[in-house]
Every structure is written in structure tokens, then in C-alpha cells.
């Protein structure tokens, strides 16, 4: 079907086009609506239709609609209205009638205050939506000892509110317990903590590990689909919200250590097989032959518990396993306030491998933990494509009918592997250099640090 002619743009591929405005209602005026009942008075109904809408005749709908607003406009409850508005010169181009007190209008000076009052809590970071803006004014209307019992808090007043201060409903970019404000004078001292400590073992790098959990299904929010649809619906395979914990550990010069891998299990309920699976890394027999072989394809520790989280004990081995090599030489660690950081058991061992253990700020990873700064956004980038080209291949493969299937163990040990073999020295590098962990040489790449 082509397009209709006068319209310019893309021709239509599905037959859909601009159609005409078919909309028949029309606000008319205080004024215009005082002539038509005085014509009335003189004329009558049929020839007062034919005067004022000319394109109506007895057999269509415009007659009949245009003579039941005829007629409303004459009742006691509008015609008394309309005749002491019509004098006015300005209430005359009106073309709504309300009743005195039916819409909301506040001094200017309670106004201001309720302004005042959202612009110190967003000040805290506290939300704001209209229905909390709503309350605010019932209350404050009642606090003024102003009449509130007719009174509605229509969307149109709070839209008058929102355009005449400028402000909308905006998506949360940040979240945290601590003020935005506060993160430049806490990452500054934190960063010079550092760099001190840096100095005074005599150490060149500086080490961060973090967690961060992976999704089976890299689910987007947000789809593409007709405006005004009130159902959006996006298929799943069921496994949404399963996820496999991943520890990231990488130095200020740009080495990365192998990913450490938590998967959710259920524990044996027998005590023996609870033992047995224990020495398996809380794998059973039979998954542990796969995850064995995963673990030495991708040269990756993997394990298993109920809650599919770090403890204490696998805090500990993972702290053996990337720092006991070189037990001379000072390390310095940087970890968040996670509690299984900071047991005894784990800071002891830290101790006997000759790792100092330096906690960021709780409330400031965002902007001074490395892996938050610049590594875990990349990663989950990289992750969202996979499962992007997974699931267009499903798609080539199965036809329109997909069938949703989550991916496998093994698919997402080597999609979180891959993912963050992709990340660059520069990225690892920037993590560490943007707080000011450490400080660019003047003209050089970040990934040249000149530490003092």
C-alpha cells in the first residue's frame, strides 16, 4: 500500500501510513457559546444547528450531538454560568467552565517553600515522584490552614508545577548510602592513604579483587515494541535470576589474575557425602568430573556452596592461590567492607603472606574501588553481547519460534573467561589511576604510571 499523497518521508514497508486527524470534539468559548443560545432564543433548534455547523443535517451524527450540547448549555447548571462569564471581557475566551475552587492555586509564597523544600531533599539524594509531591502540598495546604477538603491534586497542576520550576522524572544514574557530593574529598584522602602506604613498603603496584555476580540470562530491561502497548512481555528460559559469583583480581600494572568462580549448589544432606564433596570444592561426584575439566580448559577455580557466595574458607583459598608464590615480596590489597574480607582467619592468613590489607571506604566503591571505577561495566558489556549473538544464533536455528534455553555451565565459564581476557591493560589500568591511586606521567597513556 503506498502512502498517502502530500505525506513526505520513507515509503511504508508494512503498509501503515499517517492517517487523518478524525477527532470530531472542539472547545468552544464562553463567548461563542452566549451567541449560540441568544440565536436560539430567536431561531430556534434546527435553523441555530444549520447557522453555527452547516456541514450537519438531520441524518448524521454532528445534528444530533450538536443538539444535545445545545441544550446542555442551557440548563440551569451552565446557562446562568455562561451569562455572567460573557460580560467579562476576559473570562469570555474561556472555553472551560469551573467552578470557583475547583482547581488548585497556591500563594506564591507557599509555593516557593514547597519548591524549596524538594531541593533539600534532593540535596540528600532523597526520591521525589509526583505522588510524594501530591502529599506534600495536601499537607502543606493543611498546615496554612487553606480549605483542602475539595481540593485534588490533579496531573495537570503538577505538570504546571514540574514545567514552571523545570524539572522531570529522571532515571537513576547513581545509588549509595553516602552524599554524591562527598565521594572528591573521601577519594582524595583515600588515594593519598595509598599511595603513602605504597611508599612505605616500598612497593610498586597495588592489588584490588571484588565480586560481582553473573546472570545466566542477560535479560535487558528494555525492548523495542509498538507505542501505547500496555503488555510488554519478553520470553525467558526461566533462570533470570540465577547467577554464579565471580572474584576479579588485577594490579595497577595491568596484570590480571584468573577469574574465581562461586556456583549455587544444594549440600548433601549425609554427613559422609557432605565430606566427600568438600574435597571436590562442594561439587558432587558426577558434577565435579565436568566442572574438573572446566576448571583446566580455562585454568579457573570453581566452586560451589548453598547461598553460591564467597565465605570465609574460600575467601582463604582463593587468598593461597593468587598470593602465595611470592611470599618476600610486600603486596598491598585493596578490598571492600564485605564481612568474609575481614575475619580473623582470612586477615591472619593475609598476614602470613605478606599482603596488607587496606579496606575502601564503605559507601565510596563507586568511585574508589577500581573494579567499580572502570573494570565491572566493560565486563558486563562484553557479557551482554554474548548473550546477544547467543541469542540471535538461537533465532537462525530455531526459526521465529524460539524456544528460550539459558546457556550452560560451560557456555558461561567461557563467556566470563573470555570476557574478561577482552578487557584491556588501559581499562584495568584507569581503574587504579582515575582515583588517584596513581598519577599519569605528564604527556604519557595511563598505563604508564609514574608513582611519586
Known sequence: MAGKKGISGRKSIKGFHQTENKHMRTAYSVQFKKSVLDFLLLNGMHHTIHHFWPESNVANKIYESKRRLIYLWGSKKYSNTI??????????????????????????????????????????????????????????????????????????????????????????????QKLVTLTEPMTTDFASEVRNKMLELGVLCVWNGDQTAVNYETVPNRTLDHRGAKTIWIKTAGKEKARVSVLLLASSNGEKKRPFLVFKGKPSVKPSTAALNSANNGFGARVWKEVKDLSERYNVQIHCNQKGWFTSEIMVTWLYHNFSDDVSSPKILLLDDFSAHWTNEFVAVARLLNVTLMKVPAGFTSVCQPADVSWNKPLKSNLRKKWSDKLILDLQESGQALKAKSPSRTTLVEWITSSWDQLSTNTIVSGFSRPGFLKPKNGEACDEIDLF
Open 83 to 176: 451569562a455572567e462569564l460573557s460580560n467579562c471581557n476576559i473570562k469570555r475566551k474561556l472555553s472551560k467552565i469551573r467552578p470557583i475552587g475547583a482547581s488548585l492555586h497556591l500563594p506564591t509564597d507557599i509555593e516557593d517553600d514547597i519548591y524549596f523544600w524538594f531541593r533539600s531533599l534532593r540535596k540528600e539524594g532523597i526520591p521525589v515522584t509526583d505522588n510524594v509531591l501530591s502529599l506534600k502540598v495536601l499537607a502543606t495546604c493543611k498546615q496554612n490552614n487553606i480549605n483542602n477538603e475539595n481540593i485534588k491534586i490533579t496531573k495537570s497542576w503538577v505538570s504546571r508545577f514540574k514545567k514552571t520550576h523545570r524539572l522531570s522524572l529522571r532515571s537513576k544514574t547513581h545509588q549509595g
